[in-house]
């Protein structure tokens, strides 16, 4: 991998004489505890429609955050102007904040230690910086993949994009902390359409290429056999159009990690969020049903269920350096041997509840955000020396293989859920026979994850996620990713999607 460096144009800003300002002056001013955050956010996206350039949209967004502890309450401001002068004045507009609202906060606010970093610096795991590259370049690797598509007997519509993210965060604190670091990610999307003239009923086949906290080099190939799945899209498009309609009921299933992942996200992820758990967020997607007095006890699930969280995952969508208090990434577990270990937290929560060191969790989305506690890369662990995708397969003797994420639904304690897919392939006496239709799967939580029966090797495992995981209000989303391996599930509900819905 090729030597990374933060860019110069983000190093070139006055980072440090404007934490130098904004800390003496809260400090001044009585703050027990004192944050400063500069952000630089570069964003693009591109999309095509039929091979032809459908839009573009740059965005750049760039400013600084102050955030305060004045006698155990939290104050919180951010401005624009990279100045010294501004920043002490947003210092002192985070401490008036803080001193309004003392009266109303019952709760004095205590931050878990940490270790002082002094002058540390982080860049993720990427070969090519997508910003680097031609916008023409960009668009002629998407038009070209689009049409290759389109001259496939079948395909009557082609939409490709891509997002991109260039990501710089300086922290620094009364503690001594002081962190700069350079985020990339990228998510691609590719989808076939397929439309019949006489009935006008139509599919899609989606690429399931993740979306990663790598470079441009994932688009070109590097993690990703995109020729070979392009080769694979047009057969599966038709086979999908042609398939039968499920018939409801009782299936074992096998879930691919490019569905599973989703799964883990809505159902563990946000479910371990300690804040969900102890119901300080509430109003943005509920609360969690893996209360706090579960903990270590709960049988989340089956005993060969090992779900860890993860800041450091390679190429991970949730992976840093530090996060935004300061606290150096880590992993931990949340699920071992089935049963709840741990939750997700920041230095806040962390010392709340008496759980030693946060696992470093904060993260706001742009500097005019107070940092919240965020999921990291939340993760399935495969079975060492554990099976192979085909031999999970072979020994289910009535199921359905399940690839791709679509549409999921899940109540606000994250509990009862109902997920659907991309593709399903029924299985018969250990063998695939093809495509299914209009078909979700539901549980319950404990009920699902209890039913796992095999855990795939770790050359099923897969690293899927989401660049728009939304919570907090105002609202805020971060990019996570999810690992996980190819797993069997005994006993699911299966519905049919179109008799549910009354047609």
Known sequence: MPDRVIAESFLSLPLRSLADAALARARELGASHADLRVERIRSQNLRLRDASLEGRLDDEDTGFAVRVVHEGTWGFAAGVDLTPEAAARVAEQAVAIARASRPVNREPVELADEPVYGDVHWVSAYDVNPFDVPDGDKVALLADRSRRLLSAEGIDHVDAGVDQVLENKFYADLAGTVTTQQRVRIQPSLRAVRVDPESGQ?????????????????????????????????????????????????????????????TIHESIGHATELDRALGYEAAYAGTSFATFDKLGSLAYGSPNMHVTGDRTAEYGLSTVGWDDEGVAGQQWDLVRDGVLAGYQLDRRMAKLKGLGRSNGCAFADSASRVPVQR??????????????????????????????????SIDMQRYNF?????????????????????????????????????????????????????????????????????????????????????R
Request: contains cysteine.
């Open 375 to 408: 999921m990291a890369n939340v993760s399935l662990q495969p079975t060492p020396n554990g099976p192979s995708v085909s031999e999970l397969i072979a020994g289910v003797e009535r199921g359905i293989y399940v690839v791709g994420d679509k549409s999921w």
């Open 202 to 262: 139509f599919e899609t086949m989606d690429s399931l290429a993740p979306p990663v906290g790598r470079g441009w080099e994932f688009l070109t190939g590097s993690g990703w056999d995109w020729d070979a799945e392009i080769s694979e899209i047009p057969e599966l498009l038709a086979e999908k159009m042609k398939a039968r309609s499920v018939e409801a009921g009782t299936y074992d299933l096998v879930i691919d990690p490019s569905n599973l992942w989703l």
């Open 418 to 502: 109902q997920f659907t897919g991309q593709r399903f392939f029924e299985i018969r006496s250990g063998r695939l026979l093809g495509q299914l239709r209009d078909v979700a799967y539901q549980a319950t939580t404990t009920d699902f994850w209890g039913s796992m029966d095999a855990v795939g090797g770790p050359q099923t495992y897969v690293l899927g996620g989401a660049f728009n995981c939304g919570k907090a209000q105002p609202g805020q989303t971060a990019p996570v990713s999810h690992g996980c391996p190819a797993a069997v599930f005994r006993g699911i509900k299966i519905l049919n999607t179109v008799q549910e819905g009354g």
